[in-house]
């Protein structure tokens, strides 16, 4: 069956940049369907952080679009997220997920927590 | 403060209904029928529930439900069971500058 999941270090220190990775097993990433990336700082609810397609076309939320680069690699079927100038703010779990055109997330990976801190 | 606004918790007794609003706007919730619902067990990924409103993924109990009105969808959850209690995310498209938002969540308490 088809699985997401995330891979990337558990702590960042401030002003750096948080990388993280998905990877898809289970289903080609060039054959359709967005894929995004969604967190939850501890204890809060659900934030959506921007999505790609499997073309490459992005979207961002608008409040963080001025950080965040989200990318694509088909060969090794996986998509990656780079959010720069990371605060205490952004210390969340962070998942990626699948969905398609009307925007309903129907695929999760399990989650990966990151601290921010020094 | 979320996008769109969830109460804060619900509960009820096994056997029982319980409904959790979602309230959003005209340039949300009201002007698309693209509402999700997602059920979140403690330490657990979210799991999706109803989309497009009111339909339901292969393997959701039908106990679980989804409407909307105007500018607020809901979700209902019939026959309450133990297994239920979890906090519930509703997320809706918000058109091509701001794309997804969600609720704030609802914790659910079965009594």
């Known amino acids: 069956q088809v699985q997401l999941q995330e891979s990337g270090p558990g702590l960042v220190k401030p002003s750096e940049t948080l990388s993280l990775t998905c990877a898809v097993s289970?289903?080609?990433?060039?054959?359709?369907?967005?894929w995004g990336w969604i967190r939850q700082p501890p204890g809060k609810g659900l934030e959506w952080i921007g999505s790609?397609?499997?073309?490459?076309?992005?979207y961002y939320n608008p409040s963080l679009k001025s950080r965040v680069t989200i990318s694509v690699d088909t060969s090794k079927n996986q998509f990656s997220l780079k959010l720069s100038s990371v605060t205490a703010a952004d210390t969340a779990v962070y998942y990626c997920a699948r969905h398609r055109g009307n925007w309903y997330f129907d695929l999760w990976g399990r989650g990966t927590l990151v601290t921010v801190s020094s | 403060q979320s996008a769109l606004t969830q109460p804060a918790s619900v509960s009820g007794s096994p056997g029982q209904s319980i409904t959790i609003s979602c309230t959003g706007t005209?340039?949300?919730?009201?002007?698309?029928?693209?509402v999700s619902w997602y059920q979140q067990h403690p330490g657990k990924a979210p799991k999706l529930m109803i989309y497009?409103?009111?339909k339901r993924p292969s393997g959701v109990s039908n106990r679980f439900s989804g409407s909307k009105s105007g500018n607020t969808a809901s979700l209902t959850i019939s026959g309450l069971q133990a297994e239920d209690e979890a906090d519930y995310y509703c997320?809706?498209?918000?058109?091509?500058?701001?794309?997804?938002?969600f609720g704030g969540g609802t914790k659910l308490t079965v009594l």
């Open positions: 997320c809706s498209y918000a058109g091509s500058s701001t794309f997804v938002v």
């Open positions: 497009d409103v009111s």
């Open positions: 005209s340039s949300d919730v009201g002007g698309y029928n693209y």
């Open positions: 289970g289903y080609s990433i060039s054959s359709g369907y967005y």
């Open positions: 790609i397609y499997h073309s490459g076309s992005t």
